[in-house]
C-alpha cells in the first residue's frame, strides 16, 4: 500500500508505506492450508504481491501520480504545469514542492 502522509505548507514529506510483506506472508500461511482449486488464484496472488514488494519507492509513488491525475482526468502532458495543478487539485493538502517533486518522480519512471 503506498500512502502520502504529512504534506502541509511546512513539510514536504512524502512517505511510501509498504505492507507487501505482511501481505506476502498472509497469502502464503493460505496457500499452505488452500485446497487444490483454490491454489492457482494465491499462487498469482502471491506474485503480484512480490512484484509490488519489489517495485523501487520512485516507481511506487510515480505510479501514484498517474493515478491521482488519472482521477481528476488530466490527459496533457505530464510535465507541465498543467499537471502540477491538476495533481494539486487531486491532493489540495499537497504543497507547491511536493507536486513538483512527486512529478519528477513520475516523470522518471517510464509508465
Not at 1 to 12: D, P, Q, R, V, W
Not at 38 to 43: Q, V
Amino acid at each position: 500500500m503506498t500512502g502520502l502522509l504529512g504534506m502541509s505548507t511546512k513539510h514536504n514529506v512524502v512517505l511510501t508505506i509498504r505492507d507487501a510483506d505482511t501481505l506476502a506472508a498472509a497469502l502464503d500461511r493460505a496457500l499452505a492450508d488452500a485446497p487444490p482449486e483454490e491454489r492457482p488464484g494465491l499462487e498469482r496472488a502471491a506474485s503480484l504481491v512480490r512484484s509490488t514488494a519489489a517495485a523501487t519507492e520512485t516507481r511506487l509513488r510515480a505510479d501514484w501520480v498517474r493515478s491521482r491525475l488519472a482521477a481528476v482526468g488530466f490527459t496533457g502532458a505530464p510535465d507541465s504545469v498543467a499537471a502540477v495543478r491538476a495533481l494539486r487539485q487531486a491532493e489540495p493538502k499537497l504543497s507547491l514542492a511536493a507536486a513538483v517533486q512527486l512529478q519528477r518522480d513520475a516523470l522518471a519512471e517510464p509508465a
